[in-house]
């Protein structure tokens, strides 16, 4: 069969999620702290995929900052992942409103259906992740327009379930939403299995890291292109009772230095010198600032390595254009050779 077919068959298959993101390929770029900012963003959606910029720990103005920045940039349609833990996040909601960014992403906790309502009533559409099915089905009630289901292989926090089980638990009883399935995600190939199973569409951070539109220092990327699928661990919870979630990330310095930040929290909310989500809060402002050590500063012996296990299949410093086509014709070569 011809790439003519098989190309119209991916098109096709990621139907639903093109038409729900208004980009060329169903492909959402995962939100990196320090990294999905205007210029990664950007050059993914101009590429045909869909930027998301990763709000983390900004303030209203900064955000509002963001958006005109990347808006200078792209004349593409693109997202913004707002944490729901931040204590500001209905004025970042406003400022997505007022930004006139067409899908909101919340992430980091299950948003409120206030939070959810705010952003659909300004008529945006709103992208939840979901780790389970039954919780997929309530964030549905809720009104969310999209989910994304992460498995463990993804870096930065993840969940205990692995990609693969999430598709197979999820994709077939969650329809009445587009579902993104992400984790681990690195090749074409593997977009079409999740797509075949009724994917809407994918979302790859890790395969981005090293983009020449990223802002990634230069050993930042030259640890990720040495790095191996193992190296990307997940880090260990030292004590039940200081329940933490853990990170996947190439294991270095930084995140030896976790264990012992983590075992100090966990002594100072025993002895009651701290209250619980205060030291838990402590924990989340440590990886911030040691991701950005890394990404931005350069430390990589120090700081946090965020990475998913699909790091082994970063080999080299590429365009986003380039990363792209790659994968979309890595897809139909997949769908050609099945004929």
């Not at 009445?176 to 797509?195: H, K, N, Q, T």
């Not at 970063?314 to 990363?323: A, Y």
Request: with cysteine; hydrophobic share 45%.
């Amino acid at each position: 069969m011809s790439d003519t077919y098989s190309n119209a068959e991916l098109q096709a298959l990621w139907q639903r999620g093109r038409d729900f993101l208004g980009c060329e390929y169903a492909i959402l770029g995962g939100a990196m702290s320090w990294l999905s900012e205007r210029n990664l963003v950007s050059a993914i959606s101009n590429a045909g995929g869909f930027g998301v910029i990763a709000c983390g720990s900004m303030m209203p103005d900064m955000l509002a900052d963001e958006i005109a920045a990347t808006k200078e940039m792209t004349d593409k349609p693109f997202g913004v992942n707002l944490i729901t833990m931040h204590p500001e996040l209905d004025a970042l909601i406003d400022v997505c409103i007022d930004g006139s960014v067409s899908h909101v992403v919340l992430a980091g906790g299950l948003p409120s259906g206030a939070s959810i309502a705010k952003i659909k009533d300004a008529g945006r559409k709103v992208i939840c992740f979901a780790p389970a099915a039954a919780l997929a089905k309530r964030l549905i009630r809720n009104g969310a327009d999209a989910l994304v289901i992460e498995g463990s292989e993804a870096g930065g926090h993840i969940g205990p379930v692995s990609t693969s089980v999430l598709a197979q638990e999820i994709l077939p009883n969650v329809t009445d939403v587009p579902v993104f399935v992400a984790g681990g995600i690195g090749r074409g190939e593997a977009m079409v299995s999740y797509l075949e199973m009724g994917a809407a569409g994918c979302q790859l951070g890790t395969r981005f890291v090293c983009a020449t539109e990223s802002i990634a220092h230069p050993d930042f990327k030259k640890a990720f292109i040495r790095a191996n699928a193992r190296d990307a661990m997940p880090t260990v919870q030292l004590d039940e009772k200081f329940p933490v979630i853990p990170v996947r990330a190439l294991v270095n310095e930084g995140t030896k230095r976790f264990m012992q930040k983590q075992r100090e929290a966990a002594d100072r909310v025993e002895a009651g010198e701290v209250e619980l989500k205060d030291a838990q809060l402590d924990i989340e402002h440590f990886w911030a600032g040691a991701l950005k050590q890394a990404v931005i500063d350069g430390d990589v012996e120090n700081g946090s390595l965020m990475a998913g296990q699909s790091v082994g299949m970063v080999k080299s410093e590429q365009s986003i254009q380039e990363i792209i086509d790659e994968l979309v014709a890595q897809a139909g070569h997949a769908l050609t050779a099945r004929k």
